[in-house]
């Protein structure tokens, strides 16, 4: 499996670096931690910090979400793996205007113990921290144990909603009920079509055949619910929607936000059938699409497939959701 890197042992550092000098009126780094990035803009005191961060080879997320009205820092782990402590610590030290910091972040296990310890020593220095995580993906777990589902492409949302409230001049404790909303809120559902590499091995990361999909396949290559043969665009949306309605259901009349999220290598031309197919299931549920999203937000190296995300929204959540944003990878006007 081909790849345009040099030395596999530093692909991330060579990303980091090219990220920073395409982006340096946007997002810096620390000098305490080359895995610890920071807005380059000025935010003011008082205001809640907004912290996100996960493993690299999610590009644009997580790094490319720093900025206006989003997040204000981010920590950055190796391809697949959540940043250790230090840089989620200096990450918070470094954007904590005396209001404390909300950590977002997916539920994964090292995500899980390393933001939890990074918080833990954040209080012991008088920073007080709130954590909410991303846990979207409906395919990872019954409905009756949300609590171990995984965080995918939704958590997109909870950036959004999240760094508006703070942006806003929400309170610590606001902000972090306004993630939790919007997690529970959303749900996501995607397929596999072709493996990607890491770098440092070149081989596929799970194994699949040339007419088949893997329904439900996590970011990371977590087996998914069922392998099939290869369907028509129209036949596997309708079962990733149906899998969202089923566990969130929506009644006419509401609106929602929807994400059709590439996973690295899908041209937008299929997502964009992809999206297509959604809209049409909706508008006959007199459902209405408040804001869509269609590219790659939440991607896993050049893996083949997509997830689609649904965000049930209320009045709160479309304030929040309109509020503009100026990232990276992310602007909003």
Excluded: W
């Excluded at 920590?75 to 697949?80: E, L, Y």
């Excluded at 990872?140 to 001049?169: C, M, Q, W, Y």
């Excluded at 893997?214 to 990371?220: A, P, S, T, V, Y």
């Amino acid at each position: 499996m081909k790849k345009l890197i040099n030395n596999p042992t530093y692909v991330v550092e060579e990303m980091l670096d090219g990220f920073l000098k395409a982006h340096s009126n946007y997002i810096r780094v620390l000098p305490e931690n080359d895995r610890a990035l920071v807005t380059s803009r000025t935010t003011r005191e008082g205001k809640v910090g907004v912290l996100i961060g996960g493993g690299s080879g999610h590009e644009p997320g997580f790094l490319g979400y720093v900025g206006d009205g989003m997040a204000d820092g981010v920590a950055v782990g190796n391809i697949f793996a959540s940043p250790p402590p230090a840089p989620i610590l200096e990450v918070t030290k470094a954007i904590d205007k005396g209001a404390g910091v909300v950590y977002l972040y997916g539920n994964y296990a090292g995500d899980v113990m390393n933001f939890g310890m990074a918080a833990e020593l954040a209080e012991m220095e008088g920073i007080k921290v709130e954590m909410v995580l991303g846990s979207d993906d409906v395919a990872s777990a019954p409905k009756e144990e949300k609590h171990r589902r995984r965080g995918i492409a939704g958590e997109l949302f909870v950036f959004k909603t999240a760094g508006a409230a703070a942006d806003l001049g929400y309170s610590l404790e606001e902000v972090a009920r306004i993630a939790r909303k919007t997690n529970d809120h959303t749900r996501s559902m995607g397929v596999g079509l072709t493996p990607c590499s890491l770098p440092q091995t070149g081989k596929p990361s799970f194994e699949i055949g040339d007419d088949e999909m893997e329904i439900g396949l996590g970011h990371h290559g977590e087996p998914g619910i069922r392998k099939a043969k290869l369907q028509q665009a129209d036949v596997v949306t309708d079962e990733l929607v149906a899998a969202i309605l089923e566990d969130i259901p929506l009644n006419e009349g509401e609106e929602v936000a929807v994400l059709v999220n590439g996973l690295g290598s899908t041209p937008r031309m299929e997502l964009y059938i992809m999206f297509r197919r959604a809209e049409q299931i909706l508008r006959e549920k007199g459902i209405k699409i408040y804001r869509s999203y269609v590219g790659d937000y939440i991607t896993s190296l050049e893996m083949g497939g997509c997830s689609i995300t649904i965000t049930k929204l209320d009045n709160e959540l479309k304030t929040l959701l309109d509020h503009p944003a100026d990232c990276p990878m992310f602007v909003q006007k």
